[in-house]
């Protein structure tokens, strides 16, 4: 590893129970450099030792164990108490937030006890009933911070630190359910969270006039909350446990709004009810992806194609249109139907296999992944394609996508121009909010 | 840095809930397991857990292997590439490395 992961391996390391790892450093990182750089790293030395780097791994895997690094016992994570050691002025509880990484850096309003009751107002749950047994940002079991049996207490907390009001909160607990908004990755991910059905109109979302923007109550505190539990419910912590290179400036408010499902120009039905809810359902969809590109302008397939051609290949997207584009698109261009539009763009979005293959997420996952169990048909299916792409010449070209269904809409918008956006967005799930009314 | 606002600190909050989750509360220390006193004649793995691809780690590996090949008596060197992504858990490989290897090194990129 390199310096930039060490306290992230420490971190890690501790979390599996090893008290004293023997983590040797390289001077810089080495995936995917070049030989001048593998030579600099190999006769350079370890910054965690100070040792040139071969002597650093001979002595890691030969000096005897120290005591501590034979100790056993147990390794304990602070009790964290319901109510905080604090008492104190505005400034003073603001800074201890700050300083104990409770915040966004922002502001927050204060979840005193009588705060905290209020919000619970908004749900019919028992405040000690458990709306996740774990919580946590990683892919995987090494080493993952981890918060246990969040409950729906703990999510009316973080609602009043984001300035929630109390009908907000069925969306939160339904949210919370499904986890934090984004994982740890070197990428910067980002969630995104779509809310469907009356509920939406019921708290006044915004799904047309800058629902994206920072204006509207709901909007912008909704995804603040649903960020804070990252922060809050699974230790976020930029270099430790959260290791996106830049962030993501979306992940302020996790890029949530309503869709659009009123504007009478709106030709197709609404996504939840596309995927099997009934129009009167409230329901959020759950998206995880990087970011948008727009285009404003008359000819829409060709644009939607356009913003789409940086999607990451094995990425779904998230096809974003004003009611004015989703109209025109059914009466200017014939796709009378959602379907019809997916399949143009499945069957139009291309790159060559170059593209393809150069890829960080196609050589991190999908290609050693081909030599793996399939855990059902159509996976083994789809891996039967990418081992047949394998075998094509680099300049070849070929979908994009793995099929339709990976290509979502999503309508938003007040609908006075013709925009589309493609966001590089996997859709994940659409979880029931009314049961946790 | 720290602010001040002299209206809102007219007010002292007390009773303020905590939003941290709790993580788990106990868990054990695994100690390390003991070294070889030397390299020399020993069988030593050097494992790719291809994070950026197979060949994205790769090529400071097989440096790494010629470096104690070069450098330490009759050591055995053995080179192997994880299944799946790093995101698997390759137990087949950490059966064999325990059983085969006398140490192993496992190499994070980035």
Not at chain 1, 107 to 121: I, S
Request: glycine share 8%; net charge negative.
């Amino acid at each position: 590893m390199s310096p930039y992961l060490v306290e992230s391996g420490k971190d890690a390391a501790f979390e599996l129970g090893w008290l004293q790892p023997r983590l040797v450093s390289l001077s810089e990182p080495d995936a995917l450099r070049g030989d001048k750089a593998i030579q600099r790293i190999i006769n350079g030395k370890d910054p965690v030792s100070g040792k040139p780097l071969m002597r650093a791994i001979v002595d890691a895997l030969t000096e005897p164990l120290t005591p501590e690094e034979k100790k056993t016992g147990k390794l304990t994570h602070p009790v964290e108490p319901r109510v905080l050691p604090i008492t104190g002025t505005y400034d003073e509880i603001q800074q201890y937030f700050l300083d104990n990484r409770m915040t966004d850096g922002l502001p927050v309003t204060v979840p005193t006890e009588e705060r905290v009751k209020r919000m619970l107002t908004g749900t019919g749950h028992a405040p000690d009933e458990v709306v996740a047994a774990a919580f946590r940002m990683g892919m995987t079991d090494n080493g993952q911070r981890e918060g246990q049996n969040i409950t729906v207490e703990k999510v009316a907390v973080i609602a009043v630190m984001a300035g929630c009001n109390p009908e907000y909160l069925p969306i939160l607990l339904a949210l919370a359910s499904k986890g934090p908004p984004y994982f740890s990755s070197a990428q910067s991910f980002t969630g995104a969270a779509i809310v469907h059905g009356p509920i939406a109109s019921e708290i006044c979302m915004e799904s047309g006039y800058g629902c994206m923007g920072p204006y509207n109550h709901a909007n912008a505190t909704i995804g603040r909350a649903w960020q804070l539990m990252g922060r809050c419910l699974c230790y976020a912590i930029p270099g430790l446990t959260i290791m996106g290179d830049w962030g993501n400036n979306l992940q302020y408010n996790s890029l949530t709004f309503a869709e659009n499902t009123d504007n009478p120009m709106i030709p197709w039905e609404p996504f939840h009810v596309e995927k099997g809810f009934n129009a009167q359902d409230s329901v959020v969809s759950i998206w995880e992806g990087r970011g948008l590109r727009q285009r404003c302008g008359y000819n829409l397939p060709d644009f939607t194609l356009k913003v789409l051609d940086n999607v990451e290949p094995e990425n779904g997207a998230m096809v974003l249109l004003t009611p004015l584009s989703a109209r025109m698109l059914e009466e200017d261009f014939g796709f009378t139907t959602k379907e019809q539009f997916r399949r143009y763009i499945y069957e139009n979005s291309t790159m060559t296999v170059q593209e393809w293959l150069d890829s960080d997420m196609v050589q991190t996952f999908a290609i050693p992944h081909l030599e793996l169990p399939a855990p059902n048909p159509e996976i083994e299916k789809n891996r039967e394609a990418l081992r047949e792409r394998l075998k094509l010449p680099a300049d070849t070209v070929i979908k994009r996508f793995r099929s339709p269904d990976q290509i979502n809409f999503i309508i938003a918008g007040e609908g006075m121009i013709y925009f589309v956006a493609g966001a590089d967005f996997n859709f994940k799930s659409l979880v029931p909010i009314d049961p946790w009314r | 840095m720290k602010r001040e606002n002299p209206t809102l600190n007219d007010t002292i909050y007390k009773d303020v809930l905590n939003p941290l989750a709790q993580q788990k509360p106990e868990w054990d220390i695994t100690p390390l397991v003991e070294r070889p006193a030397t390299l020399e004649g020993k069988t030593v793995y050097i494992i790719n857990q291809r994070w950026g691809g197979t060949k994205a780690h790769e090529p400071l590996l097989l440096t790494m292997k010629k470096w104690l090949e070069e450098n330490i008596h009759d050591i055995k060197v053995v080179y192997k590439v994880k299944k799946g992504s790093y995101a698997y858990n390759d137990s087949g490989l950490w059966q064999e490395t325990g059983e085969k290897a006398d140490a192993a090194i496992i190499g994070v990129p980035h």
